[in-house]
Nanobody, 128 residues
Framework: QVQLVESGGGSVQAGGSLRLSCSASGYTGSRPCMAWFRQAPGKQREWVSGFRTVSSSNYADSVKGRFTISQDIAKNTLYLQMNDLKPEDTAVYYC??????????????????????WGQGTQVTVSS
């Protein structure tokens, strides 16, 4: 199993920046695949970014060029640097993870159903 705790949300003006973090613990063996999702009120939860492969996009089109994903392996922590925030970025942001059937395989999944471990969510509010 994997426990996930995300933090760093808040309220900012359009054009501002926030940095989200997600700490993972409680697992053994290989590191799980991890990604960021978000869910706006009345909307479906959507994949935002994942630390994937060089041949696959790490970002949803809506955030490409503005968000940057990174990780600190030693600290078991995933980050999401969000710049030039827009009102449409307002949502609850979730860190999610899943264990790969084959250790070492690429972390390419972007479907919500592929992830079975979730953090509690952190609110991001962007005003115009």
């Amino acid at each position: 199993q994997v426990q996930l705790v995300e933090s760093g949300g808040g309220s900012v003006q359009a054009g501002g920046s926030l940095r989200l973090s997600c700490s993972a613990s409680g697992y053994t063996g290989s590191r799980p695949c991890m990604a960021w999702f978000r869910q706006a009120p009345g909307k479906q939860r959507e994949w935002v970014s994942g630390f994937r492969t060089v041949s696959s996009s790490n970002y949803a089109d809506s955030v490409k060029g503005r968000f940057t994903i990174s990780q600190d392996i030693a600290k078991n922590t995933l980050y999401l640097q969000m710049n030039d925030l827009k009102p449409e970025d307002t949502a609850v942001y979730y860190c999610a993870a899943y264990r790969r059937a084959l250790s070492g395989s690429p972390c390419r999944a972007i479907l919500q159903s592929s992830y079975n471990y979730w953090g509690q969510g952190t609110q991001v509010t962007v005003s115009s």
